[in-house]
């Protein structure tokens, strides 16, 4: 989003001085060696979201189910990773013949202070995982054409005030979307969670007021299975 | 769901007389020779959901879409067919392998009288298809488990009325859920459609209220695609 300049900018001697280094960001399809930071991104949010009570995902599930199908044709994953300096030309992902990483430079105002860099430092030495996000093909019945629904996204606490970074991870799957003539990219939004209200509205996504989920859980579908064949 | 007979009956010489007759139904995985059906079908329901403005879906993108991918691994349907005469056991549906056709038995009160007969016949004479359900895996991350999503669920009006239809082809996906070990089954509903909602809340999903759908469509996805890359 281009900031507009109002007034001409100061002279270039009263410019004051800002600690300054870019940020690399790269998108990739995960892997499963990938799956022990998915099971961590994915409690840090449902921490942010409330719903530690509902958390019983572990590595194990996750590694079965979420690479058991094709890339893009099922559920998918993507991970944002950040590093200060250029991504190497020769990683193994360059060569993934489903997904060409996108790689985009930001402009970061200061370091980041990432007291979880061990916990999430990727293969390569300098590069940590700062997000990701799973999605899957779903099927808008009214307009007869698939989607996607964005199941889950995050961006980890200390780069989360980047907003760039949720774009960046939103517009990847977007993109994908265009590129397999999808018809539109769908998730859902807790509604007291105004921050992510107010940034996907300004990504002319607005929320569809009148739609409510419904959920049946495993426990109640055996109950109420039960009850009806009795 | 079993009704309690608080009074003892009467006795048989002042029973009222009704014009009762059985309605046999069954739920079976949808073919291609399915989509005429189905395509009306989407259209009465975005009539009834007031979102005619958005149907664009074609009997060619249904074709297309929905049998690409073996059934349960990614969009799905099943058909509900009803018929006053039990049916045949030697349908070529009996031995579909991915799926055994369910039958019930319905105590009706009187005969359905269906003015859309003539466009809803299926292949055998007697049966009429009277509704059905489009559905796909999800992925609830903080479960960490596959689920069902159902995107569409449709009850012809003339028999909407009766409520064991709809109940029948949520429990169908239900089940198979179950049988899947799959942890849940979701999907979302209007909150004006207090009829749809009472009925999912006796079934035991009650809405979840804090969660909100964001949307962008296709041509809005290209307009912030070439945005973001501009």
Redesign the interface.
């Known amino acids: 989003m281009a900031v507009t300049a109002p007034h001409p900018p100061p002279p270039a001697s009263t410019v004051p001085f800002h600690c300054s280094s870019p940020l690399f960001t790269r998108v990739r399809l995960a892997v499963t060696s990938d799956v022990p930071h998915i ?1 961590k991104l ?1 409690h840090q ?2 921490i942010y979201q409330r ?1 530690t009570h ?5 590595e194990s ?2 590694s079965l ?2 690479f058991s ?1 094709p890339p893009f ?3 998918t994953v993507f991970i944002l990773e950040v590093s200060p300096i250029p991504f190497s030309e020769n990683s193994p992902h360059n060569s993934n013949p489903n997904y060409t990483p996108v790689v985009r430079t930001l402009d970061s105002e200061l370091p980041v202070d990432d007291p979880e860099r061990e916990n999430f430092k990727a293969e390569d030495e300098n590069v940590v995982v700062a997000g990701f996000v ?1 999605f ?11 989607g996607f ?1 964005v ?2 996204i995050a961006v980890r606490d200390c780069y989360r005030r980047k907003e760039d970074l949720g ?1 960046i991870l939103l ?1 990847a799957v ?2 994908q ?2 590129k397999m003539d ?11 969670d105004v921050n992510a ?1 107010k940034f ?1 509205e300004e ?16 426990d ?6 039960n ?2 064949e009795s």
């Open positions: 099971h994915i949010m449902a719903l509902l958390f019983s995902a572990t599930s996750l189910n979420l199908s044709r099922s559920f799973l899957f093909p779903n099927f808008p019945s009214l307009l007869g054409k698939p629904f199941e889950a774009r517009l977007v993109n979307a265009v999808y018809c539109q990219v769908e998730w859902a939004v807790l509604d007291w209200i996907y990504m002319g996504a607005p929320i569809l007021a009148e739609w409510r989920i419904c959920i049946i859980i495993c109640a579908l055996r109950v109420h299975k009850a009806y």
